[in-house]
């Protein structure tokens, strides 16, 4: 039985708890990283529509009543018997289901986490199945590791088959491809919709891009701001006041 935090503060206590959605953090270090996030999204989306399922990516995962900085942002996850859509986030006490699957598009400056801290939490939180996957093959030569649950933890996926998903998982370049384990069919997105996810890709950096440009300056801002108070300090510890105008 998957076992998460609660606590028993007082109802009206509770609902004063606010539960972020975003932090302002970028969704993905490249575009790489970001289309294979995107797709792996849309084509696990299509493949569970009809289903008691849904599938959301980049949001926060709360795991812990009233302690909203417990919490971590799977870069995809798929839920079982919860109403299918987006949230603008995901309470796991609130939904009573825990994720079954998890994606983390990794990459050099993720691999400690992913490989520590995010596997340990996503195996406390008894997620069936966790998948890595390096888009630029930076550390994992074969792109893609897959780890599910057994009897004592988190042991090697070594068929690259999800029995949760019931599909078959191919390094194709830079993304995965899906395919189903009844009949071998790999599932597919419309070209339309590939592009469509391309622009989308390409729009989001590009927003991060300029929001990273507008924290940087004023960042400078601050910075000339600082050097000018700390250069009338010395002034005035020199000379007194400036004097003021007639």
């Given at each position: 039985?998957?076992?998460?935090?609660?606590?028993?503060?007082?109802?009206?206590?509770?609902?004063?708890?606010?539960?972020?959605?975003?932090?302002?953090?970028?969704?993905?270090?490249?575009?790489?990283?970001?289309?294979?996030?995107?797709?792996?999204?849309?084509?696990?989306?299509?493949?569970?529509?009809?289903r008691?399922?849904?599938?959301?990516?980049?949001?926060?995962?709360?795991?812990?009543?009233?302690?909203?900085?417990?919490?971590?942002a799977?870069?995809?996850?798929?839920?079982?018997?919860?109403?299918?859509?987006?949230?603008?986030?995901?309470?796991?006490?609130?939904?009573?289901?825990?994720?079954?699957?998890?994606?983390?598009?990794?990459?050099?400056?993720?691999?400690?986490?992913?490989?520590?801290?995010?596997?340990?939490l996503?195996?406390?939180?008894?997620?069936?199945e966790?998948?890595?996957?390096?888009?630029?093959?930076e550390?994992?030569?074969?792109?893609?590791?897959?780890?599910?649950?057994?009897?004592?933890?988190?042991?090697?996926?070594?068929?690259?088959?999800?029995?949760?998903?019931?599909?078959?998982?191919?390094?194709?370049?830079?993304?995965?491809?899906?395919?189903?384990l009844?009949?071998?069919?790999?599932?597919?997105?419309?070209?339309?919709?590939?592009?469509?996810?391309?622009?989308?890709?390409?729009?989001?950096?590009?927003a991060?891009?300029?929001?990273?440009?507008?924290?940087?300056?004023?960042?400078?801002?601050?910075?000339?701001?600082?050097?000018?108070?700390?250069?009338?300090?010395?002034?005035?510890e020199?000379?007194?006041?400036?004097?003021?105008?007639?």
């Open positions: 039985m998957t076992t998460y935090i609660a606590t028993s503060q007082p109802e009206q206590e509770a609902k004063q708890v606010f539960y972020p959605s975003g932090d302002g953090e970028p969704v993905a270090e490249t575009y790489d990283h970001l289309f294979a996030i995107l797709t792996t999204l849309e084509v696990l989306r299509l493949y569970l529509q009809g008691r399922a849904t599938v959301l990516a980049n949001q926060f995962l709360y795991y812990a009543e009233n302690f909203p900085k417990l919490r971590v799977p870069d995809v996850m798929v839920i079982y018997n919860v109403e299918p859509g987006g949230r603008d986030n995901y309470n796991i006490w609130e939904e009573k289901q825990v994720p079954k699957v998890v994606f983390e598009m990794t990459s050099p400056g993720t691999q400690k986490e992913d490989q520590e801290g995010k596997k340990d996503y195996e406390k939180l008894e997620i069936q966790y998948w890595l996957f390096d888009p630029k093959a550390w994992i030569e074969e792109q893609l590791i897959g780890y599910k649950l057994g009897d004592n933890g988190y042991e090697r996926i070594t068929n690259n088959c999800s029995e949760v998903l019931q599909l078959r998982l191919e390094v194709e370049g830079k993304l995965i491809g899906f395919y189903r009844d009949n071998g069919e790999k599932l597919l997105v419309s070209d339309e919709l590939v592009e469509a996810l391309r622009v989308e890709t390409l729009r989001r950096m590009e991060e891009a300029l929001v990273e440009q507008e924290r940087q300056r004023a960042e400078q801002e601050s910075q000339r701001a600082k050097e000018l108070e700390a250069l009338l300090a010395r002034y005035q020199q000379f007194g006041d400036l004097p003021k105008p007639d």
